[in-house]
T-cell receptor, first 107, second 113 residues
Framework: GQSLEQPSEVTAVEGAIVQINCTYQTSGFYGLSWYQQHDGGAPTFLSYNALDGLEETGRFSSFLSRSDSYGYLLLQELQMKDSASYFC????????FGKGTRLHILP | DVKVTQSSRYLVKRTGEKVFLECVQDMDHENMFWYRQDPGLGLRLIYFSYDVKMKEKGDIPEGYSVSREKKERFSLILESASTNQTSMYLCASNPDRLRETQYFGPGTRLLVL
């Protein structure tokens, strides 16, 4: 079957760095995406990796290892506004979402 | 800016009613999607469409149907609403199959009594 695994919750301190992991098992694979969703809001696109390696966009970076079927989202210099749920998603014929990781940030 | 709008933010219906959820995007996107989101289950794909009058089943199509008569509009239909269809429904669009970004609407929170 097809599945994406990510931790249900992660807690970190304001100003610190946090990594949210995602492992996937899918029949096909074109790439790994990450989305952010604040409470009551809609998911918004953060990043996409089709090839192995690190993609950086400001304070956020995303990494992919296709051979390990693994990726992560790295958030640096955490701010309180980063408190949200983060979803990884894999595209094969269609897009499959993980169940989401709730990020709690402590002051 | 891409805009995806959904007809209602909140909706209350009775068991057995026929329910229409409308989604409109204003960026001439080819692809449109309907998801439902439930606590602990993430986003699950109900139906999607890569072109006008075209539709494909997602992971949980049972109890739902869709309509795409015009490129900008993708409707989700609950033929006979049931309490287990109480959920948050999210519509999304995407320019084409080569680009990854999905743009989501604000969601419709549906309560079926």
């Amino acid at each position: 079957g097809q599945s994406l695994e990510q931790p249900s919750e992660v807690t970190a301190v304001e100003g610190a760095i946090v990594q949210i992991n995602c492992t996937y098992q899918t029949s096909g694979f074109y790439g790994l995406s990450w989305y952010q969703q604040h409470d009551g809001g809609a998911p918004t696109f953060l990043s996409y990796n089709a090839l192995d390696g690190l993609e950086e966009t400001g304070r956020f970076s995303s990494f992919l290892s296709r051979s390990d079927s693994y990726g992560y989202l790295l958030l640096q210099e955490l701010q309180m506004k980063d408190s949200a749920s983060y979803f990884c998603a894999v595209r094969d014929d269609k897009i499959i979402f993980g169940k989401g990781t709730r990020l709690h940030i402590l002051p | 800016d891409v805009k995806v709008t959904q007809s209602s933010r909140y909706l209350v219906k009775r068991t057995g009613e026929k329910v229409f959820l409308e989604c409109v995007q204003d960026m001439d996107h080819e692809n449109m999607f309907w998801y439902r989101q439930d606590p602990g289950l993430g986003l699950r794909l109900i139906y999607f469409s890569y072109d006008v009058k075209m539709k494909e089943k997602g992971d949980i199509p049972e109890g739902y149907s869709v309509s795409r008569e015009k490129k900008e509009r993708f409707s989700l239909i609950l033929e006979s609403a049931s309490t287990n269809q109480t959920s948050m429904y999210l519509c999304a669009s995407n320019p084409d199959r080569l680009r990854e970004t999905q743009y989501f609407g604000p969601g419709t929170r549906l309560l079926v009594l």
